[in-house]
């Protein structure tokens, strides 16, 4: 047991997969994974092992934003030695060519959270994804004929915003959309050499308002889903 997680050791796979909400993992262990047993229940931040064409992989909830993600990724590497981390989340986009249920790769993670600031004596770091990861997510993502895009992304404190001026001053330095948490994913795995990717659904539009209903929600995270786990094939 680790602090916040309750499996034995053993019980979490080397490769997870880390949605923000718990019950979106429990989805996923029962839709895609075979045998799956769930190993947590601390907090109700369910983790579930079990095997995908074969492969053993966990799929973990994380909580929302950069503290909650922190604790969980820290915990997995740390206690449990886990080794290729991919997140499965939903983002607003902030670009006009991106759409509502595109899927988006984070090559890289900008953010307003101070955590890395204050860890590198104020100097940036830039946190980035796993190439192997990246790449083969995206190959999957184009033989499957989604509609995907690779880039920047940000990683923001907030949820709730007071004004747009900062989205649109990133939306014009190409960053791609806004979610809370990759930024801290991949730090931590940089920190412990591990291998992390951030695969995400555009859920909403920041700029137009566009949203996508809870049945779409369903089918487009099935296809990040089934995007994510084919690259953890390949580790
Ligand atoms: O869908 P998840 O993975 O939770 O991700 C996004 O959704 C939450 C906000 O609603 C934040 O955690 C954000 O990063
Ligand atoms: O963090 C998030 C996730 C989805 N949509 C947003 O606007 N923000």
Redesign the pocket.
């Known amino acids: 047991m680790s602090v916040h997680i309750g499996a034995k050791p053993g019980e979490i796979a080397e490769t997870i997969l880390l ?3 718990p019950l ?1 993992a429990q989805y996923i262990a029962e839709t895609f994974l075979e045998g799956a047993t769930c190993y947590n229940h601390v907090r109700g931040m369910l983790g579930y092992t079990g095997t995908y064409k074969g492969k053993r992989v966990s799929v973990q909830g ?4 950069v503290p909650s993600i922190s604790i969980y990724v820290n915990e997995l590497m740390q206690s449990y030695d886990v080794q290729n981390l991919i ?5 607003g986009a902030i670009q006009e060519d991106i759409k509502v249920r595109d899927v988006i790769l984070a090559m890289s993670a900008s953010s307003d959270s101070q955590t890395n600031r204050l860890l590198f004596n104020q100097v940036d770091f830039a946190p980035t994804a796993n190439f192997d990861l990246l790449h083969k997510a995206f190959q999957v993502a184009t033989e499957h004929n989604l509609s995907v895009k690779v880039g920047n992304i940000f990683t923001s404190d907030s ?1 709730y915003r007071e004004s747009m001026d900062l989205y649109k001053k990133l939306a014009s330095y190409q960053v791609l959309a806004v ?3 990759s930024s801290a994913l991949y730090t931590l795995a940089a920190k412990y050499k591990r291998n992390a990717l951030s695969v995400l659904t555009v ?1 909403d539009h920041i700029l137009t308002g566009e949203e996508t209903t809870s049945e779409e929600r369903q089918t487009t995270f099935n296809e990040m889903i089934e995007v994510a786990l084919e690259a953890a094939l390949i580790k």
């Open positions: 949605p923000g909400d979106r994380t909580g929302m934003g997140r499965v989340g939903t983002c949820f979610e809370m948490e859920s």
